[in-house]
């Protein structure tokens, strides 16, 4: 029998903490530490994503202990990266260029520690995780995915249904302009036709997603009018980065791929990656065949299977090739159809 201990590999999650600290310290530090985390996340991970070699280990019981509290960090961590940064924006400290660098910065982390943590914490049982997850999303920004991602998503995914499945041919700007109004709408009417079946009005404050969207202006303003315009700018602008590296990462992890409504989704209709470094970087997120199978197992519990649709390296690596459509669609046809065939057999 496995002993519940923690191995070496869960102190490995604690490597998803290094870019928001590079941020951190860029934002309390100014000058060119606000490169930091840039040069890090969008030059070193992604060059090196390609170097390093898959590892198809699967989970092995253990306490959940450090994987745990590495969310809990984020959060707080994530909470520090947003604050420092308006602040930064607010007494000037960050100005000019290195603001710039600071907000770029604090927006790819937001896209890790806000919203990669967020999509781990509500889908996980507990109304406190989930409740740290919706503020996550919060400061981003984009709280409604708490609603869209669970009850429509998990739903519909591969199908026509799913507005955040990336069709056949569609670049990922042509995803990104399509799924993120569909995805805000759908959450809308989601929880409308919750409240109607109750007999209550589906688009008052009972509505999640009007209420959280309030709550957001509300925060937005908030800064806007207390802080001033450097400071409101630089927030939505981290926002924006990080939704679009979110629907980036959508994008790839069902494209090209389609089932019936009334088919069960399987390992076939994700794109799954086991590359080294975007499994610790990004807590297992590219682990996202097993994810639909079982969407409350947690991160590091996550399976690996054979039959599933793999990316060429991992989601850091493959940022801009999906970002360049014609090398992306030269680079993914081949493995769909290849995969296709295969299945077919």
């Known amino acids: 029998m496995m002993s519940m201990k923690n191995s070496v590999r869960d102190f490995g999650y604690a490597l998803s903490l290094v870019p928001v600290g590079l941020t951190v310290a860029g934002n309390l530090l100014g000058g060119y530490a606000t490169l ?42 994530h909470v520090l990266a947003v604050g420092s940064l308006i602040y930064g924006a607010h007494t000037g400290f960050l100005h000019g260029g290195f603001l710039i660098c600071a907000i770029i910065s604090t927006g790819v982390n937001s896209g890790i520690s806000g919203i990669t943590v967020a999509h781990e914490l509500i889908h996980r049982k507990s109304r406190l995780w989930q409740a740290l997850g919706v503020w996550n999303l919060m400061l981003v920004n984009y709280a409604h995915f708490y609603i869209e991602h669970i009850k429509a998503h998990h ?8 507005a955040a499945t ?25 929880e409308a036709a919750r409240l109607e079946k109750k007999g209550k009005f589906g688009y008052g404050l009972e ?28 927030y939505l602008v981290q926002s924006a980065i990080a939704i679009f590296l979110l629907e980036i990462t959508n994008y790839a992890q069902h494209y090209g791929l389609h089932r019936n409504e009334t088919e069960r989704i399987t390992a076939e209709h994700s794109w799954n990656s086991d590359n ?57 046809h081949p493995i769909l159809e290849k995969n296709r065939t295969q299945n077919q057999l």
């Open 36 to 77: 930091g985390n840039i040069v890090f996340t969008l030059v070193v991970l992604v060059v090196t994503d390609w170097l390093f070699k898959e590892a198809k280990n699967q989970p092995e019981a253990h306490s959940p202990l450090i994987a745990d509290t590495v969310l809990v960090v984020h959060v707080a961590a």
């Open 155 to 162: 739903k519909y995914a591969a199908t026509d249904k799913d």
């Open 166 to 190: 990336a069709h056949y041919g569609e670049t990922v700007y042509g995803f990104v302009a399509r799924t993120v109004p569909q995805q805000f709408v759908s959450a809308l009417h989601i």
């Open 207 to 234: 509505n999640f997603t009007v209420a959280a969207s309030l709550v957001q202006l509300g925060i937005s303003v908030g800064v806007f009018t207390m802080l001033g315009t450097a400071s409101g700018v630089a």
């Open 276 to 332: 080294f470094s975007s499994r610790f970087f990004l807590l297992e997120l590219p682990r996202h065949s097993d994810h639909h199978y079982y969407a409350a197992r947690p991160y590091q519990e996550l399976r690996t299977y054979e039959q599933s649709p793999t990316l060429p390296t991992g989601y850091l690596g493959l940022l801009p090739v999906v970002l360049t459509p014609p090398l992306w669609f030269k680079l993914i």
